[in-house]
């Protein structure tokens, strides 16, 4: 299908949402992290690619194209311009709930050695677990998987599974709960954590516990993202409350299931004093209600330049892609705002492209949308 045209908006509307009741925002929707106010941005959003079933993952590509993941096990790359969507490979996966074909990174020096790493979810005589997996890529094709960490609890939800990439050439891995909450506490366990991985699936040097556990007490992290600096952000799901973005730092406790959101005991006394006993990190951004985050970029390119130092992710319960302006030093949300309210419906994936255009994938045929004809679609959002 050509691509078609649709505006975001004349003028980007500015609104500080569910975080200004937080108390979190630090000044207007309508200034930079600075202070400064924004001129008006005019914005276009372009179909870019459709006829994907549950778009999961959106990379770009060493190779200048976009890759995909689609949770019934393909992998395909989609020409930017002209939206042409050529497989690479199919994965075999369990399809069961929100488990199959999840997150997907590219090696560091993939010139050399072309690995492509993905994580799925997939069946055991241990019952349903998840793995990540590489792949080289030579000739067109994706060749057999060669398994880097698997027996990772898996589940019909929480599965977690974005990967990335971090400044220090290790790989990152965020694992939800996989519907066992108690599992998330348990530092010997790989469910509920953020892990950090040789790229041969190893512990790497300098992990807080000697394995492959970076951060724990996670119930659903479903997107990551590094900042130029190095900082480490996810998003995580919350239960019926308390959505989150989150800075990861090692051996953090980040609360789940004791702690829902900030340590401010809005779900008992026990909350508080679980905070004080294991030095909880609390969020820097929650909703109630919640909205469901999934996929996370970190936005610091010139194209777009009021949107600098800022958090850009994809929400499904939300149908939005929200952005987070950052202040100086990343650790606090100094402003909001919301693009594509509920023009596409539900949002899985988005990156920031090396020429500052974003592009989003919808999950509309995930079981829990009301898909179009041409669903799900990729999407790009850059100026007019």
């Known amino acids: 299908m050509p691509p078609s045209a649709r505006p975001v908006a ?15 925002l630090a000044c207007d929707a309508a200034t930079a992290g600075n202070g ?3 001129p008006p941005i005019d914005l276009e959003a372009r179909v870019v690619a459709t006829g994907f079933d549950t778009v999961w993952e959106l990379a770009w590509g060493p190779d200048g194209q976009l890759w995909v993941t689609e949770r019934g096990g393909r ?11 050529t497989p690479v490979g199919q994965v075999a996966v369990t399809e069961i709930g929100e488990g199959g074909l999840m997150g997907l990174a590219f090696h560091p020096d993939f010139a050399t050695d072309p690995w492509v790493y993905v994580a799925h979810t997939y ?3 241990g019952g349903t677990r998840n793995r990540v997996v590489r792949m080289r890529y030579t000739g067109g094709a994706l060749g057999p998987p060669e398994v880097v960490v ?9 599965n977690g599974s974005r990967l990335a990439i971090g400044p220090d050439r290790f790989l990152y891995v965020t694992t939800g709960d996989a519907a066992d909450a108690a599992i998330a506490q348990n530092r010997d366990a790989l469910a509920g954590k953020v892990l950090r991985l040789t790229l041969t699936g190893q512990p790497a040097p300098g992990n807080p516990f000697g394995t492959r556990v970076w951060s724990f007490g996670n119930r659903n992290p479903q997107g990551i993202a590094f900042a130029p600096g190095g900082t480490l952000y996810i998003t995580e799901h919350g239960p019926s409350d308390n959505d989150e973005v989150n800075i990861v730092e090692p051996g953090r406790n980040y609360g789940w299931p004791n702690v829902h959101g900030r340590c401010d005991g809005d779900i008992g006394a026990a909350e508080l004093s679980f905070c004080a006993a ?6 820097i951004a929650n909703w109630t209600p919640t909205i469901a985050p999934a996929g996370l970029a970190y936005y610091d390119h010139a194209l777009i330049p009021s949107f600098r130092r800022s958090l850009l992710f994809a929400t499904l319960k939300d149908a939005t892609l929200h952005r987070l302006a950052l202040s100086a030093d990343g650790r606090t949300v100094a402003s909001s705002e919301r693009l594509l309210e509920r023009e596409y419906g539900r949002l899985r994936a988005v990156l920031v492209a090396p020429d500052g255009s974003i592009y989003v994938g919808t999950s509309n045929r995930d079981g829990r949308g009301t898909p179009m004809p041409t669903d799900d679609r990729i999407i790009r959002v850059r100026p007019r």
């Open 10 to 24: 004349a003028q980007v509307r500015r609104t500080a949402v569910a975080l200004a009741a937080a108390g979190m």
């Open 150 to 158: 698997a027996d990772i609890p898996g589940s019909s939800i929480h």
């Open 75 to 85: 992998i395909s790359r989609v020409d930017p311009q002209s939206g042409s969507v």
């Open 123 to 125: 069946s055991s005589a």
């Open 278 to 283: 294991n030095d909880v990190a609390e969020p």
């Open 36 to 38: 400064a106010p924004e």
